[in-house]
């Protein structure tokens, strides 16, 4: 299957802080990659959808203020947690979408994550 | 909007059995569904992924099936080993494979040596 790596896999900061992370598909383009978070205990919840070249789309419920998505290139995208607070201490995790090995069909790759502690 | 639920939350079986864990989705008009496993700590290993336009799949003592028009998925554990132990999670995609997927809470598995 295609490989996303995120960077850092995790990063402690001080409140108040910004923190970027970075999600890279390794061996294909994406144009579209999203952004999911996992609080404790908790399932996966899709927080964007970032697309290359354009504005991303948020789901309702996050700050588009405070979590600022770039999508420039084909390969990268990153997430910005801005002012960070303790309650944005979260895993975030990404996936990439690349048409299907076979049929065209779209699937998703994800990344192993990055575990963010604000202090 | 899609909810998908997963039962049983958590199962905890002797090593050998063979398992069943549950998925079902409110909004039957979905691109793929996936099943995923996830240790404590870690990210996501994607497991299987069903079409919408197909019935099952396969990887070695797994088994995934989807029944779309019921909404519901099962995944099958055969010959259960203490090495599953983690959460399975299901999810599935809508919009023609252009929305970000739904997450189920996760089914928490123990296998006991």
């Known amino acids: 299957g295609a490989v996303v790596s995120q960077h850092p896999s995790w990063v402690i900061c001080k409140s108040g802080t910004s923190v970027k992370i970075e999600c890279r598909s390794l061996?294909?383009?994406?144009?579209?990659m999203f952004w999911y978070r996992q609080f404790p205990k908790q399932s996966l919840m899709l927080m964007a959808t970032?697309?290359?070249?354009?504005?991303?789309?948020?789901e309702q419920g996050v700050e588009k203020d405070k979590f600022l998505i770039n999508h420039a290139s084909l390969t990268l995208s990153t997430l910005t947690v801005t002012s960070a607070h303790p309650e944005d201490s979260s895993f975030y995790i990404c996936?990439?979408?690349?048409?299907?090995?076979?049929?065209?069909?779209?699937?998703?790759?994800f990344g192993p994550g990055t575990r963010l502690t604000v202090l | 909007k899609q909810e998908v639920t997963q039962i049983p939350a958590a199962l905890s079986v002797p090593e050998g059995e063979n398992l069943v864990l549950n998925c079902s989705f409110t909004?039957?008009?979905?691109?793929?569904l996936q099943w995923f496993r996830q240790d404590p700590g870690k990210g996501l290993t994607s497991l299987l992924l069903?079409?919408?336009?197909?019935r099952e799949q396969t990887s070695g003592r797994l088994n995934a099936s989807l029944d779309k028009s019921s909404g519901r998925s099962t995944l099958y554990i055969a010959a259960s080993q203490p090495g599953d132990s983690a959460t399975y999670l299901c999810?599935?995609?809508?919009?023609?494979?252009?929305?970000?997927?739904?997450f189920g809470k996760g089914t928490h598995l123990i296998i006991q040596p």
């Open positions: 996936s990439a979408r690349t048409p299907g090995l076979a049929g065209g069909f779209y699937e998703q790759f």
């Open positions: 999810a599935v995609t809508s919009g023609g494979g252009a929305d970000g997927l739904t």
């Open positions: 909004d039957s008009a979905i691109y793929n």
């Open positions: 069903i079409q919408s336009s197909q």
């Open positions: 970032s697309n290359e070249g354009s504005k991303a789309t948020y």
């Open positions: 061996d294909f383009q994406a144009t579209t």
